[in-house]
């Protein structure tokens, strides 16, 4: 029976990184910077999100994808009132999005018209880690009141980031968290990962973020164009 | 490959449930109250289970299984230095204890010395909801600073519940959480769900809940005395 099982999972996740392959090779023809937002429940995603939505408005277009365990649209009808495209994927309580879900979403959504895509992944430390969606980026929220040990604890979500956002640090007086001993233990799994602390309620920390997005969203639109060129 | 996938599934799930009968059964016979205590990462499941010990601990053994995603031995060390029985499950990166892994941690404890013995799950909202592992009490700690949304967003895991505790009240003043959304999503799912409120911090509400559970222990303790007199 446990041979069966994992022949199965592995034929799953293989089907997962080719959807994940085709899902990348579809965001950098149309030229979208994509981020897979990874998170505990509870620790400011979409607010994060809608932060970002704020910063980079004027000058681009954000399309979201919201991954929930269940069909509540609580997420999506908030970007949708942001004035954003916007698309909940309920995931039937399954505990993370996968590459196929994703290619729904993105079946959904004007790419040409988008800078950038955000997909808004379940709230969970540990499945999520697990699933290439095919997206640029991987990012994860690390909030204040979670605790500084929680890259100790869940290592193989950190493992594999391209940047890491610490958030609520507006609730740092109020709770005792240790941020030498949170960021030795972010610097084993993965040294010298892009951070930006910020605070999604004062707004502390959102210009450096800002600016770092700007650039890349940059960065994937003449990578693009130059493609197109040739 | 989808129906393959479904029966290996449910082969599990079925050898899930019967392990958590033996559990169940060994727990009875030994006279100890069992929990599975699950919440989100960073909602302070482990201070509640160490206010819990200083609660308690003048009248009962209390031991703990502390379920862990990697071999860190931070939450079980902290157990052991408050003075009681601790064992600390890696899932090897699985996002939730099973029923089998459970038994692994009775093997290794004086169940006859225990009157109460907690089970700390992986922090996660989704997958530990699906696994029974035979524990006499399903409870939930939610976190004040995760939001106030979360019964909606994650409905599977209120649905089960025996215990809600609402913790990080201390922070109530520094965050915007509506608690009668809160309530109302609780009982959409759950009615008359037994919720206790309170912070390990300032030690609000831990009297209630000391009362609460001491009266559990004794029940199961006379339940116990009762079945070997027969």
Redesign the interface.
């Known amino acids: 029976?446990t041979a069966?099982?994992v022949t199965?999972v592995e034929?799953?996740m293989n089907a997962n990184d080719h959807m994940a392959d085709l899902n990348k090779q579809r965001l950098d023809h149309a030229g979208v910077l994509s981020a897979n937002l990874m998170a505990?429940?509870?620790s400011g995603k979409t607010s994060f999100i809608l932060k970002t939505i704020e910063a980079l408005a004027p000058d681009y277009q954000i399309g979201v994808v919201e991954g929930?365990?269940?069909p509540?649209t609580?997420?999506a009808d908030k970007i949708l009132a942001a004035g954003m495209p916007a698309v909940q994927i309920n995931t039937g309580?399954?505990?993370h999005l996968d590459a196929v879900m994703l290619k729904a979403g993105l079946d959904q959504l004007p790419l040409p018209q988008l800078d950038l895509l955000i997909v808004e992944n379940?709230?969970?430390?540990?499945?999520p880690a697990?699933f290439n969606l095919g997206t640029h980026l991987n990012i994860l929220i690390a909030?204040i009141?979670?605790?500084d040990?929680?890259p100790?604890?869940?290592?193989?979500i950190y493992r594999n980031l391209d940047v890491l956002i610490i958030n609520?640090i507006?609730?740092l007086p109020?709770?005792r968290f240790n941020m030498d001993y949170f960021r030795q233990g972010v610097e084993m799994l993965n040294p010298n990962l892009t951070t930006f602390t910020v605070s999604c309620v004062t707004g502390e920390g959102m210009d450096a973020w800002k600016q770092w997005m700007a650039a890349r969203i940059e960065a994937k639109k003449a990578e693009c164009t130059a493609t197109k060129r040739l």
Request: hydrophobic content about 30%; proline content about 7%; glycine content about 10%.
């Open positions: 029976m069966n099982r199965v034929k799953i505990s429940p509870g929930d365990t269940a509540v609580i997420d309580g399954d505990c379940v709230g969970n430390l540990v499945c697990a909030s009141p979670e605790g040990d929680k100790y604890k869940y290592p193989a609520k507006d609730l109020y709770i």
